[in-house]
Each structure stands twice: as C-alpha cells, then as structure tokens.
C-alpha cells in the first residue's frame, strides 16, 4: 500500500516535494528501507527501490506474503 502511495502520503504530506533539503532532517538517522513484500511483483519491488533512492536509503526487500490469512480466507 504504501509503495504505491508513496507520493500522497509520504513526499507531499512531509513537504520534500517542496523543500527536498528536509529529506536529511527527516531520515537522516535510517540507513535502509525494508520492502516488506506481500505479492511478487517486480513492478512494485521496483517501485520500491526507486522510493529508497529517493529518501537516500539503502534497499532491502523482505518477502512476507499474506501469512495465515490466504489459509484462513481458503477454510471460509
């Protein structure tokens, strides 16, 4: 969700479509993005990454799926 939000809820909200100088305020103490990857979708891994780039953060993606809620949504 938020990877594909990224403009609406993070750069604008936080001003660093305006004032990108905030970007080392902001998140000059992270050192990486962590993608928690719920789907495999190259689309948006990338997506991601280019959100890293911009923040100036390193890129880890960590593939999560939907745990037990596909098993538990199947047993309806």
């Not at 938020?2 to 909200?13: C, D, S």
């Not at 936080?14 to 789907?39: C, I, S, W």
Request: hydrophobic share 40%.
């Amino acid at each position: 969700f938020l990877v594909r939000q990224f403009e609406a809820f993070i750069i604008k909200p936080m001003g660093l479509d305006r004032h990108p100088e905030l970007r080392d305020m902001y998140f000059g103490n992270y050192e990486k993005l962590v993608y928690q990857a719920q789907t495999d979708d190259p689309a948006l891994t990338e997506k991601a990454q280019d959100c890293a780039a911009r923040l100036g953060l390193a890129f880890e993606r960590r593939f999560t799926g939907y745990g037990d809620l596909q098993t538990a949504l199947r047993d309806l």
